[in-house]
C-alpha cells in the first residue's frame, strides 16, 4: 500500500503539472512546444522568480467561499506560490499575474470540491495517516532533496502535511469513486508509440508496470476532471478577491 501511495502522490502533483500546462497553452499564455523542467531553456525559466507583496493576500481574508465554505488567505497564498513556480519551473510566462490568480482560485475550488463531496462520502485522512506518508516521502526523496522542494515552493513540514492530507484524501476518493481497467491492448499500443519515437527502448515485459500505471494515471486523471466538472455545475461558487 506505501508503494501505491507513494506513486499516486506522486501522480497527483504531474496531474497538477499538465492541468496548468493545458490551461496555459488554451489561454494562449504558453509556449506551444512542449517542455520539462528537466530540458526547458527559454530565457523565461532562466530569470529568477520572484514574488511581489501584491500578489498575496492577508492571512484571514476570504479569497472564495464554496458551498457556503470560505477559503482563506493562507491558503491561497500556498497554492499560488505553487501555480506560480511550477508554471516559471515549465518554461513559462508568469507575467500575468491575473492568469496565476485566475489558476489558483480554480485550484482552490476543485479541492474543495473534492474534500466536500469526500466527507459525504466518509472519506477521510487522519493527521497520523498523513504523517506517515510524509515519513515515507522523506525517505523516498532524501532529506536534502526534500528540503530543497520545500525551499521552492516556501513551504514548511506542516504546510507539506496539510497539502499532503489534501492530495491523499483526492487519492482515496478516486479509488473510491473510479473503477479504471487497464487491457494488454492498451499497454501495447502505449509501447508500440513510445518504439516509434525510440527504437532502443527496453523490451516490453521490463517497462509494462509503468506503461500500465501510466495509463491507469491518465484514466484517473481523466475521470477525476469529469466529476469535478460536475460538482461545479451544482455548487454555489462565489469569488470574493
Known sequence: MREVL??????????????????????????????TPEDATSEQQKKELTFDNKERVAEDTSVVSVNGNE?????????????????????????D??????????????????RQDAADKGIEVTEEEAQTEL??????????????????FQMNEEDFKDQLINDLITVQYMDNQFEIEVTDEEIQEYYDKLK???????????????????????????????KVEELRKDAEVETLI
Do not use: P
Not at 515519513?135 to 521552492?152: D, R, V
Not at 508496470?209 to 495509463?215: K, Q, T, V
Open 196 to 226: 516509434e519515437q525510440n527504437e532502443e527502448i527496453e523490451e516490453l515485459a521490463e517497462i509494462k508496470e509503468r506503461i500500465e500505471s501510466a495509463i491507469y494515471s491518465q484514466k484517473q486523471s481523466e475521470q477525476l476532471q469529469v
Open 6 to 35: 507513494m506513486r499516486k502522490y506522486i501522480t497527483l502533483a504531474l496531474m497538477l503539472s499538465i492541468a496548468l500546462l493545458a490551461a496555459a497553452c488554451s489561454d494562449g499564455t504558453a509556449d506551444k512546444q512542449e517542455s
Open 71 to 95: 477559503i482563506k488567505g493562507d491558503d491561497y497564498n500556498s497554492v499560488y506560490t505553487r501555480v506560480k513556480t511550477m508554471l516559471h519551473n515549465y518554461g513559462q510566462d508568469v507575467s
Open 97 to 114: 499575474l491575473d492568469f496565476i490568480k485566475e489558476q489558483t482560485i480554480t485550484l482552490l475550488v476543485d479541492e474543495e470540491l473534492i
Open 135 to 152: 515519513e515515507a516521502i522523506k525517505k523516498e526523496t532524501g532529506e536534502e532533496q526534500f528540503n530543497n522542494m520545500l525551499e521552492q
